[in-house]
């Protein structure tokens, strides 16, 4: 047992999906598609407590506290002292290091990052446990499908079987390691259980996210799929009616006006929300000038880098 550690997850970005939700059993239900790994994301502190209480806080990209916040990792806690039958007090401390609910997988990548730390203070658990209960939990709180299972592939990741890692759900990943710039719009933000507990949407959704990753899974699953990925991500976006919305056309139309031919922008699942990408992997673009332009047209914008 440990008095303290510090666990940071990156977050993650769906790029096309399907829906599987309907399983009795959480560690069933979730998603196949394709996304990308991000090095920003989620840090959680977990130490163990003297006082007569938990606390949780949990701090927003801006520094602002987010008390709400705090639901979601008080019932992970509740679990993780169920499984493990540990009855410690702990303080946790979740900083954000991007937007929520902009389809950047922070309750994922939280969930994850403080179920590690947890298990890692009172060394319960070994990393696959760890991870399926912070799948649990999400699938709990509809925040996200496959961004966890996403997560534990790594990378540019092609989840092929829904369900939590380390099984029954499936995913492969290779390593990018360049450059990415995310653009968002401040005054918009989808909380992504609007779409995956919706039956219209879940169906346009789900039809376009499986004939996606079919396509794709023929193929190796390395580099030289990256190119066919990003037309993938484009044909989704149409076929699955997720482009039409109007908030979401505006940014992308606002954000190709700017964009020089290097770059690939695609919408981020599911938010107001985009990434731009290197549209070929040897040629990698600087995103200083266009940031610059994105921010003075009122836009969220933050370089990352993609695992």
């Given at each position: 047992m440990m008095d303290g550690v510090v666990v940071q997850a990156g977050g993650h970005v769906t790029l096309l999906f399907s829906i599987h939700s309907k399983s009795l059993l959480a560690r069933n239900q979730g998603s196949r598609g394709a996304g990308l790994c991000l090095e920003d994301g989620v840090e959680v502190s977990v130490k163990i407590s003297d006082n007569d209480s938990d606390k949780i806080t949990v701090t927003h990209v801006d520094g602002q506290p987010f008390p709400k916040g705090a639901n979601l990792y008080a019932d992970l806690l509740i679990s993780f002292r169920e499984i493990f039958n540990v009855d410690s007090n702990v303080e946790i401390d979740v900083r954000l290091e991007l937007p929520i609910s902009q389809g950047f997988g922070m309750s994922g990548a939280g969930l994850l990052a403080a179920s590690l730390a947890l298990g890692e203070v009172f060394d319960c658990g070994d990393e696959g446990q760890l991870a399926r209960l912070a799948h649990r939990l999400e699938r709990k709180h509809s925040g996200g499908l496959g961004d966890i299972l996403g997560l534990w592939a790594g990378g540019c990741e092609l989840r092929v079987t829904p369900g939590s890692p380390p099984f029954p759900g499936k995913a492969f990943g290779f390593d990018v390691g360049c450059p990415a710039l995310l653009v968002w719009d401040p005054d918009g933000s989808t909380h992504t259980g609007t779409y995956i507990d919706d039956p219209e949407w879940k169906a346009k959704i789900t039809e376009a996210g499986d004939s996606a990753v079919s396509?794709?899974?023929?193929?190796?699953?390395?580099?030289?799929?990256?190119?066919?990925?990003?037309?993938?991500?484009?044909?989704?976006?149409?076929?699955?009616?997720?482009?039409?919305?109007?908030?979401?056309?505006?940014?992308?139309?606002?954000?190709?006006?700017?964009?020089?031919?290097?770059?690939?922008?695609?919408?981020?699942?599911?938010?107001?929300?985009?990434?731009?990408?290197?549209?070929?992997l040897h040629n990698i673009p600087d995103y200083g000038e266009l940031a610059s332009r994105l921010r003075s047209l009122g836009l969220g914008v933050l370089e990352t880098i993609l695992q």
């Amino acid at each position: 047992m440990m008095d303290g550690v510090v666990v940071q997850a990156g977050g993650h970005v769906t790029l096309l999906f399907s829906i599987h939700s309907k399983s009795l059993l959480a560690r069933n239900q979730g998603s196949r598609g394709a996304g990308l790994c991000l090095e920003d994301g989620v840090e959680v502190s977990v130490k163990i407590s003297d006082n007569d209480s938990d606390k949780i806080t949990v701090t927003h990209v801006d520094g602002q506290p987010f008390p709400k916040g705090a639901n979601l990792y008080a019932d992970l806690l509740i679990s993780f002292r169920e499984i493990f039958n540990v009855d410690s007090n702990v303080e946790i401390d979740v900083r954000l290091e991007l937007p929520i609910s902009q389809g950047f997988g922070m309750s994922g990548a939280g969930l994850l990052a403080a179920s590690l730390a947890l298990g890692e203070v009172f060394d319960c658990g070994d990393e696959g446990q760890l991870a399926r209960l912070a799948h649990r939990l999400e699938r709990k709180h509809s925040g996200g499908l496959g961004d966890i299972l996403g997560l534990w592939a790594g990378g540019c990741e092609l989840r092929v079987t829904p369900g939590s890692p380390p099984f029954p759900g499936k995913a492969f990943g290779f390593d990018v390691g360049c450059p990415a710039l995310l653009v968002w719009d401040p005054d918009g933000s989808t909380h992504t259980g609007t779409y995956i507990d919706d039956p219209e949407w879940k169906a346009k959704i789900t039809e376009a996210g499986d004939s996606a990753v079919s396509r794709l899974k023929k193929y190796d699953w390395n580099q030289s799929i990256w190119e066919m990925l990003l037309d993938e991500a484009d044909r989704f976006a149409l076929e699955s009616g997720l482009l039409e919305e109007r908030e979401r056309a505006k940014l992308l139309s606002i954000v190709l006006e700017q964009a020089d031919e290097s770059m690939s922008c695609h919408l981020c699942m599911l938010g107001t929300s985009l990434i731009i990408v290197p549209k070929k992997l040897h040629n990698i673009p600087d995103y200083g000038e266009l940031a610059s332009r994105l921010r003075s047209l009122g836009l969220g914008v933050l370089e990352t880098i993609l695992q």
